[in-house]
């Protein structure tokens, strides 16, 4: 069973930065993908940035493309997301997402690849 703790969410005005943290217990081995996933009032969730744990590859949604960087601390069990550029359409729920160990491949940014779920840290940006 693979838990998660994520952290980091905050308000911050347009064109400031954030990281987010997931902390992935017991250990980031037990898993082969971490993402991010977002959620905003009244809206679909949308899969904005994963990380293959194992080989360290990175998969970004368009919409956050060259302004978010996924990356992992495999020492401290954790994976960041970087946000730069930070939009008022950025604003959501942010939850880290992990799946089982093992798997390969799929559509790796949609939220019905992820198994395990954090409890999620609230973004909030403003113009």
């Known amino acids: 069973q693979v838990q998660l703790v994520d952290s980091g969410g905050d308000s911050v005005q347009a064109g400031g930065s954030l990281r987010l943290s997931c902390v992935v217990s017991?250990?980031?081995?037990?898993?082969?993908?971490v993402g991010w996933i977002r959620q905003a009032p009244g809206k679909e969730r949308e899969g904005v940035a994963t990380?293959?744990?194992?080989?360290?590859?990175?998969y970004y949604s368009v919409s956050v493309k060259g302004r978010f960087i996924v990356s992992q601390d495999n020492a401290k069990n954790t994976v960041y997301l970087q946000m730069n550029s930070l939009k008022p359409e950025d604003t959501a729920m942010y939850y880290c997402a992990a799946t089982n160990p093992g798997l390969s491949g799929g559509y790796v940014l949609s939220p019905s690849f992820f198994t395990y779920w954090g409890q999620g840290t609230q973004v909030t940006v403003s113009s």
């Open positions: 017991p250990s980031s081995s037990s898993t082969s993908y």
């Open positions: 990380i293959d744990i194992r080989g360290g590859a990175t």
